[in-house]
């Protein structure tokens, strides 16, 4: 009967532990005449806690009724990457940051933003803070649903005019299925992340022999003729958030400790100081302002394995400027001028990486096999330098984004942009810049036609909403 008893109670226990496991969100809008606040309860482990702590994790948003921005408050039991899943929530949802506050004083941690959508409206649909709900729910044991069913693949090398075409000319060779992809490119260097499965199957690809046939005959483009050593191939089983994998990988590849051939226009401004007194490390960084920018350095941070203690985040027209107070893990400052200087090259990377200067291109096509291949073959043809793609397909349709340069990293012409569109597709491959829509608005305008130029602003709107995301398609 003892035994009975215990075994029950042991039951009770097990289940009041998956109970308090599953993530709960509690809605408050009664106490606050401007502001909704969200509670989400969550496990976590502290290091300074001998055993499982349950915590709550408070989000609560107001908005300022005399300014074009919504705040969003963050308040939290300090644990590793917080700051990170919170900006990642954000970033992942399109808002742009233009302001924030954090403190991280003990075993607590508040972080206050002041965000925008990426035409700089305030947010005004309720819908958009269930989706931070559920995001704030789900970050902790996410799988990305890109990743399910398909085989990863991760390439880094020496980027060189024609790579991506020849990468993409192999994989459809060999039978394989872009589903999504990302690519970035700095310093002479490439870096991308490519989710394939099998043209005939439809599946993921489990044969060994298939994989290793894939990984040598890519190494053997990305070598090139010199880059024998640091040409890598490998097949990625790690759940990891996409961006920040591409960070990683570039950093693992030193990007950041090559000398630039071409210097970036707007190249961020990086200093570090050490604030004694107090013991921390003052990080300061003056840069364009762009949507992720406060993602890219954190992200860089937590995988330099800094912890931020305090931070502003301020951005006007002129720019954004950054403040953090880090430490170590171990609580101690940034300790010698050599570590200063990896800090200022490693973040100065970052925030370029993504601050592409090219001319943007978006594809929105139907989806058949060999169809990126055949898009990239184009671009080489013409000398198109691809900078930073991205590359997705929902429901049949291939959704791409490319950034290019010409040969030299310079501005492309419009003539090869237009050249490059006939052959595509006029209407499937679009250019992503005010001066080229408008020209497009008043070529219609000339002929005559006033509902052409209505046509054309109503392409225009749709074209913004898909950007978006609010629609699949703008064709």
Known sequence: MMQMDRRQCSDEFEKLLIRMNTPRVMTDNASCLNATRVMVIFKTNLPYSPIKTYLCYQFSTEINPKKNISKF????????????????????????????????DGRWNMDVFHVTDLDGNKLTDDNIINCIEQSLETIHNKRSNSIDGM???????????GLLSEVFAVLSDLKCDVVESKVWTHNGRIASLIYLKDTESGFQIEDSNKIDKIKARLRNVLKGDNDIRSAKTSVSIAVT???????????????YARKMELKMENSPLVSVQNCLDKGYSVLNIKSKDRPKLLFDVVCTLTDMKYVVFHATINTTEIGAHLEFFIKHMDGTPISSEAEKERVILCLSAAIERRASEGVRLELCKADKPGLLAEVMRIFRENALNIIRAEISTTMGTALNMFYVTDSVGNRVDSKVIDSVRQRIGMVNLRVKEPSHQIREIQEQNTSGIGGAVLVSLGNLLRRNLYSLGLIKSYS
Not at 241 to 255: N, V
């Open 73 to 104: 408050q963050i308040d939290s039991a300090r644990k590793d990457e917080i700051l990170l899943e919170a900006v990642q929530v954000l970033t992942d949802l399109n808002l742009s940051i233009k302001k924030g506050y954090v403190s991280s």
């Open 151 to 161: 085989t990863a693949l991760e390439l880094t090398g020496t980027d060189r005019i």
């Open 241 to 255: 958030h996409m961006e920040r994998r591409l960070h990683q990988m570039m950093f693992a590849d030193r990007d």
